[in-house]
T-cell receptor, first 112, second 113 residues
Framework: AQSVSQHNHHVILSEAASLELGCNYS??????LFWYVQYPGQHLQLLLK????DPLVKGIKGFEAEFIKSKFSFNLRKPSVQWSDTAEYFC??????????WGAGTKLIIKP | DAGVIQSPRHEVTEMGQEVTLRCKPI?????LFWYRQTMMRGLELLIY????????DSGMPEDRFSAKMPNASFSTLKIQPSEPRDSAVYFC???????????FGEGSRLTVL
């Protein structure tokens, strides 16, 4: 069965630092990939998604992610983080049964 | 579109009481999902429906939990009787099943005393 790994459970950065959050899934084939963000006390919102085409995907709020098929990875990046990026970030993969398989999430804290 | 609408936003109840959570999915979406989120267990899929039919309820914790989707615009998640360990935020989400992209409601925060 498909599984998703997010390697960092907690990340602490200072404002203006660059961010990269890792996400790996267990097996290939055609996949739909997602990053969701959950701000404190709020619901999950879509940051960006990959279905096909250009493997470098741009999302909202300056985030981007790169799909590397050979590495089964879909890492999230942002060149310069802000205090308002403090949130939990979830990677997810759509499996063959159409369910989303979720990573455990990465809690990101940005120090002002 | 108003997005996925859940009610109530907050519910505080006593152990043993029945709890009913409600969800209105985005119009036109053919799938609906119920999730539970806690600090200890993270995000858990409880059940999902496709075209109003329950497809996978393997995440439903036990017989105290039940979910229904009588039509394309309404779903309920019922807990009877409720227990303190059911305290969590319950999210409803809807989607077009083929894409996998979920749209979440704002959640129902349940506290069972």
């Amino acid at each position: 069965a498909q599984s998703v790994s997010q390697h960092n459970h907690h990340v602490i950065l200072s404002e203006a630092a660059s961010l990269e959050l890792g996400c790996n899934y267990s097996y290939g084939g055609t996949v739909n990939l997602f990053w969701y963000v959950q701000y404190p006390g709020q619901h999950l919102q879509l940051l960006l998604k990959y279905f096909s085409g250009d493997p470098l995907v741009k999302g909202i709020k300056g985030f981007e992610a790169e799909f590397i098929k050979s590495k089964f990875s879909f890492n999230l990046r942002k060149p310069s983080v802000q205090w308002s990026d403090t949130a939990e970030y979830f990677c997810a993969v759509k499996d063959s049964n159409y369910q989303l398989i979720w990573g455990a999430g990465t809690k990101l804290i940005i120090k002002p | 579109d108003a997005g996925v609408i859940q009610s109530p936003r907050h519910e505080v109840t006593e152990m043993g009481q029945e709890v009913t959570l409600r969800c209105k999915p985005i119009s036109g979406h053919n799938s609906l999902f119920w999730y539970r989120q806690t600090m200890m267990r993270g995000l858990e899929l409880l059940i999902y429906f496709n075209n109003n039919v329950p497809i996978d309820d393997s995440g439903m914790p036990e017989d105290r939990f039940s979910a229904k989707m009588p039509n394309a615009s309404f779903s309920t998640l019922k807990i009877q009787p409720s227990e303190p360990r059911d305290s969590a935020v319950y999210f409803c989400a809807s989607s077009f099943l083929q894409t996998g992209e979920l749209f979440f409601g704002e959640g129902s925060r349940l506290t069972v005393l």
